[in-house]
């Protein structure tokens, strides 16, 4: 009995002595095992991906065949111009009920920038029908008004039907720049 229990001493004080020791040695050997079960799992992915892949290209990719044969020729830039205006005059038309300040209300502000937005600057494409150049020279039109009012004070009533005026003016615009099919695969665009 006394020799089990000086061989129990025995080994415990050299595993104490040799702990750092053997601690760094278990840590490679989980290491090792670690690294060949990543090794082994990318090594399944990669011929299951390769087998995926030659059965993809035996098929036809769908997401091809649903675009449209020709791009359209519009300006995305004119577009998104219209849809920020549009954006603008609608929180114009809000905040314009909202407040009855002049100078420093959000109405005010937003119909500066508003007023301030030049489309000249946005060629409309080259086969753009006589519609479009009709439609966009009355929402020029309907900008200078704007300007006009803001110059000279005009009412919150007057601005407003002019915001209203100009907001279906842009979006009649943005409907007879951008075709239907291409409307439809817009995501989340606003149709009122």
Not at 3 to 16: E, F, P, R
Not at 54 to 61: C, E, I, M, Q
Request: glycine share 4%.
């Amino acid at each position: 009995m006394d020799a089990l229990q000086d061989t129990l001493y025995a080994a415990s004080l050299w595993a104490k002595e040799w702990q750092p020791l053997l601690a760094g040695l278990l840590v490679v050997v989980a290491a090792l095992i670690v690294s060949r079960a990543t090794l082994k799992a990318a090594a399944i992915n990669s011929a299951a991906r390769s087998r995926s892949d030659a059965r993809d290209r035996s098929l036809p990719d769908l997401r091809q065949s649903a675009r449209p044969a020709n791009p359209p020729a519009v300006s995305t830039e004119l577009i998104g111009t219209l849809e920020q205006l549009r954006s603008m005059i609608r929180s114009a038309l809000a905040s314009l009920t909202l407040t009855s300040e002049k100078e420093n209300g959000p109405a005010y502000f937003l119909c500066q920038r508003i007023a301030h937005l030049r489309l000249e600057r946005f060629a409309l494409p080259p086969n753009a029908t006589k519609s479009a150049h009709e439609m966009r020279a009355a929402l020029s039109e309907q900008l200078e008004s704007l300007r006009q009012h803001l110059k000279k004070d005009g009412s919150p009533t007057e601005i407003s039907q002019i915001l209203v005026q100009l907001n279906a003016s842009a979006r009649n615009l943005a409907n007879i720049l951008v075709p239907a099919p291409v409307k439809r695969q817009q995501a989340g665009s606003d149709t009122g």
